[in-house]
């Protein structure tokens, strides 16, 4: 069998992984969306976060993007409480101290415009005192829940986490719960960006 690559949006309260035999009852899973044999998710995403997901049966290109040495380039839209300044922004792009660890430069900047997204299944709880606004952030790392305390660490929960992008692969036209193939065009366009380990100087 050759080689498959799939590109899907994972809806929110959706395990990245097939099976779920932690909780009773079960959780929601890629099993429920995904037929296709033999793909597994190169990188993760959060249960509580929702957006683009990468699968693949290519261990070698699971690995790439998977491992963080090769810090390939992934962007969310994020709701946030409160509406950040440029400071808080600044922050954001020059790193922030998680767990005694700064996390590396970042791009960030404000959506003046809410983004055109599905609704969210349930919807956020919004406070009526409390405004909202959204931020694009680019990362070139994935610690655990890293856009969340982020955000918190500067001053602005996150209400509500979309990964649009994966390097130069996007959602597109996908909707929650779909997913189409990638092209070996689009897969070898973004094994060239991803090909060249991050350097430690």
């Given at each position: 069998?050759?080689?498959?690559?799939?590109?899907f949006?994972?809806?929110?309260?959706?395990l990245?992984?097939?099976?779920?035999?932690?909780?009773?009852?079960?959780?929601?899973?890629?099993?429920?969306?995904?037929?296709?044999?033999?793909?597994?998710p190169?990188?993760?995403?959060?249960?509580?976060?929702?957006?683009?997901?990468?699968?693949?049966?290519?261990?070698?290109?699971?690995?790439?993007?998977?491992?963080?040495?090769?810090?390939?380039?992934?962007?969310?839209?994020?709701?946030?409480?409160?509406?950040?300044?440029?400071?808080?922004?600044?922050?954001?792009?020059?790193?922030?101290?998680?767990?005694?660890?700064?996390?590396?430069?970042?791009?960030?900047?404000?959506?003046?415009?809410?983004?055109?997204?599905?609704?969210?299944?349930?919807?956020?709880?919004?406070?009526?005192?409390v405004?909202?606004?959204?931020?694009?952030?680019?990362?070139?790392?994935?610690?655990?829940?890293q856009?969340?305390?982020?955000?918190?660490?500067?001053?602005?929960?996150?209400?509500?986490l979309?990964?649009?992008?994966?390097?130069?692969l996007?959602?597109?036209?996908?909707?929650?719960?779909?997913?189409r193939?990638?092209?070996?065009?689009?897969?070898?366009?973004?094994?060239?960006?991803?090909?060249?380990?991050?350097?430690?100087?």
């Amino acid at each position: 069998m050759g080689d498959r690559h799939l590109l899907f949006y994972k809806p929110y309260a959706v395990l990245t992984q097939f099976t779920d035999s932690n909780t009773q009852p079960p959780r929601s899973t890629l099993k429920d969306y995904i037929s296709v044999p033999d793909v597994y998710p190169a990188g993760r995403l959060d249960y509580d976060s929702e957006g683009l997901l990468l699968l693949t049966n290519n261990g070698k290109l699971q690995h790439r993007l998977s491992d963080p040495k090769f810090a390939h380039p992934r962007t969310y839209w994020v709701q946030v409480e409160r509406i950040p300044d440029e400071e808080a922004l600044e922050q954001l792009r020059q790193g922030v101290v998680i767990k005694k660890q700064k996390t590396r430069p970042a791009h960030a900047r404000r959506l003046m415009d809410e983004p055109d997204l599905p609704p969210r299944n349930p919807p956020i709880r919004y406070r009526k005192s409390v405004p909202t606004a959204w931020i694009e952030l680019t990362l070139t790392e994935g610690r655990n829940r890293q856009v969340r305390r982020m955000t918190a660490a500067v001053g602005f929960p996150t209400l509500r986490l979309v990964r649009v992008a994966i390097a130069h692969l996007s959602l597109g036209d996908l909707q929650p719960g779909q997913w189409r193939d990638v092209s070996t065009a689009e897969i070898s366009t973004a094994v060239g960006t991803l090909s060249r380990p991050r350097s430690n100087s």
